[in-house]
């Protein structure tokens, strides 16, 4: 059953404004428990919950993390299109506040949108300057984790060669970690 993204958030927001922070991160572990679980469903409820609180309440960090949640889990459930409809734009909000780490982590949140759209070649750019950002900020099991990314990729748009660089790059980083 394909759910509506805009229309359960605007029910969470009507039924759950009311909530305080402690019962909100409540409802964020037990998401991040079922989404582990692959309950995509009760976790894109509970994520969107979270969502609503943070916008009524004008936390746009936390708004922005929790849309990053919502894509990783639309994607679990092969929702690909709504997955990058959410996410799209949280790596600028993360900037702006000088967040690096969750910066780079939208952005390869929005790349894995992409690249589940069948736009290879937009996942792998950014992708790329995601390594770029955690390199700088000496994040190296983020960045062998983004490498093992672009290898796959590469390996999918025909670049052998570069796949192979790219894999022994994470395994590199793998092994100085």
Request: charge should be neutral.
């Amino acid at each position: 059953m394909r759910r509506n993204c805009a229309l359960s958030l605007k029910t969470c927001l009507r039924l759950h404004t009311d909530m305080n922070p402690e019962e909100i991160e409540t409802i964020r572990q037990q998401a991040v428990k079922d989404y582990n679980k692959r309950k995509f469903d009760t976790a894109l409820d509970r994520f969107n919950t979270c969502l609503a609180f943070y916008e009524n309440a004008g936390d746009e960090l936390l708004a922005a993390e929790m849309r990053n949640n919502i894509s990783v889990t639309l994607l679990g459930r092969k929702e690909a299109r709504e997955a990058y409809d959410i996410v799209k734009g949280t790596d600028e909000i993360f900037a702006s506040h000088g967040d690096r780490r969750r910066q780079a982590m939208a952005m390869a949140n929005t790349a894995a949108a992409l690249e589940a759209l069948g736009q290879k070649e937009e996942a792998l750019a950014l992708y790329e300057q995601t390594l770029d950002i955690f390199k700088e900020i000496g994040e190296k099991s983020m960045r062998a984790n983004i490498l093992r990314r672009i290898s796959d990729l590469q390996i999918k748009t025909k670049r052998g060669y570069q796949a192979i660089a790219s894999m022994e790059a994470a395994l590199d980083q793998g092994e100085k970690h």
